[in-house]
């Protein structure tokens, strides 16, 4: 049995920082891409960053220069450090990875953090 469970979020003030991570367990043979996605009430999921296996990220424009995935390939964790926190960074934030378990290769998702940025 494959899971994936997020961790780190909460309540914070806009300039403020937090740090999430998604930590994907179980009969695992390879994880591909990981990313971070997020669901604003009444709003489409989007991708926020994605890291492939060798370690290249992917960012959407409205976070570039403020958040950072990174992963620990040892660990089969990903984070993602987000800095100078936005009001509409509001949403929550779901893990996706592109696994291969056995035989298979299929993508996974987290069950989801909540981020709030607000005064």
């Known amino acids: 049995q494959v899971q994936l469970v997020e961790s780190g979020g909460g309540l914070v003030q806009p300039g403020g920082s937090l740090r999430l991570s998604c930590a994907a367990s179980?009969?695992?043979?390879?994880?591909?891409?990981m990313g971070w996605y997020r669901q604003a009430p009444g709003k489409q999921r989007e991708l926020v960053a994605t890291?492939?296996?060798?370690?290249?990220?992917n960012y959407a424009d409205s976070v570039k220069g403020r958040f950072t995935m990174s992963r620990d390939n040892a660990n089969n964790t990903a984070y993602l450090q987000m800095d100078s926190l936005k009001p509409e960074d509001t949403a929550v934030y779901y893990c996706?990875?592109?696994?291969?378990?056995?035989?298979?290769?299929?993508?996974?998702w987290g069950q989801g953090t909540q981020v709030t940025v607000s005064s």
């Open positions: 996706n990875a592109d696994l291969v378990v056995g035989w298979t290769r299929r993508g996974y």
């Open positions: 179980g009969s695992i043979r390879r994880i591909n891409a």
């Open positions: 890291v492939n296996i060798g370690g290249s990220t």
